[in-house]
């Protein structure tokens, strides 16, 4: 089935560092990829999303590409801020409907 | 608009005993999903519903979990003999559509979860 790989964490940045936060899937066919965000003591939000290769997705400072030759869609923001804060999930979604997740990266920034 | 809700946001229980998770997804949203996240994991896939159906259970770990959606809308999570290994979060996220058609409409939106603990 659908695997995703993700960086494990945890990372601790200072404020306005550079973050990125790898992620690789296994999938049959051409998966939509996502990356959620948990933050403290809340549900899981959808950050950013791609459905097909070469597709970037953005939001909030972050962006990830849809890299069909290396299998990846690794997450990027060139300056963090303190409320950045989070838990990280990169998610697959195949032709099956359901989400695949990886394990998650803390992320803590400091001010 | 109103999120997907669930209820209890907490749920202590016995070894041994019947549990009922309940989630409440946005109005209108045909496809219903539970998932399981784990301390330190990310979620996993237990059932998905597609209307008053269940569309794919091959994420449920064994027959003590069933799942029903009667009305189309909210849905239960029933746990029979409750074990020490089913402690975790569950999580319920519901989606407008369901397909390769969906595009944006198929976008899952989670609940809070609810918090079990088998003790």
């Known amino acids: 089935g659908d695997s995703v790989t993700q960086m494990e964490g945890p990372v601790t940045l200072s404020e306005e560092a550079f973050l990125t936060i790898n992620c690789t899937y296994t999938?049959?066919?051409?998966?939509?990829l996502f990356w959620y965000v948990q933050y403290p003591g809340e549900g899981l939000q959808l950050l950013l999303k791609?459905?097909?290769?070469?597709d970037k997705g953005s939001n909030k400072g972050f962006e990830a590409t849809y890299r069909k030759e290396t299998t990846s869609f690794h997450l990027e923001k060139g300056s963090v801020q303190v409320s950045d804060s989070a838990v990280y999930f990169c998610?697959?979604?195949?032709?099956?409907?359901?989400?695949?997740f990886g394990a998650g990266t803390t992320v803590t920034v400091r001010a | 608009g109103a999120g997907v809700s669930q209820t209890p946001s907490n749920k202590v229980t016995e070894k041994g005993k019947y549990v009922e998770l309940r989630c409440d997804p946005i109005?209108?949203?045909?496809?219903l999903y539970w998932y399981r996240q784990s301390l330190g994991q990310g979620p996993e896939f237990l059932i998905y519903?597609?209307?008053?159906?269940?569309?794919?259970d091959s994420g449920l770990p064994n027959d003590r979990f069933f799942a029903v959606r009667p009305e189309g809308s909210v849905s239960t999570l029933k746990i029979q003999r409750t074990e020490r290994g089913d402690s975790a979060v569950y999580l319920c996220?519901?989606?407008?559509?369901?397909?390769?058609?969906?595009?944006?409409?198929?976008?899952?939106?989670f609940g809070p979860g609810t918090r079990l603990t088998v003790t």
């Open positions: 996220a519901s989606s407008a559509m369901s397909g390769f058609l969906a595009g944006t409409l198929g976008e899952q939106y």
């Open positions: 999938a049959t066919g051409y998966p939509s």
């Open positions: 791609a459905t097909k290769a070469d």
């Open positions: 998610a697959s979604e195949g032709d099956d409907y359901k989400l695949s």
């Open positions: 109005s209108g949203h045909t496809a």
């Open positions: 519903f597609q209307g008053t159906g269940a569309a794919d």
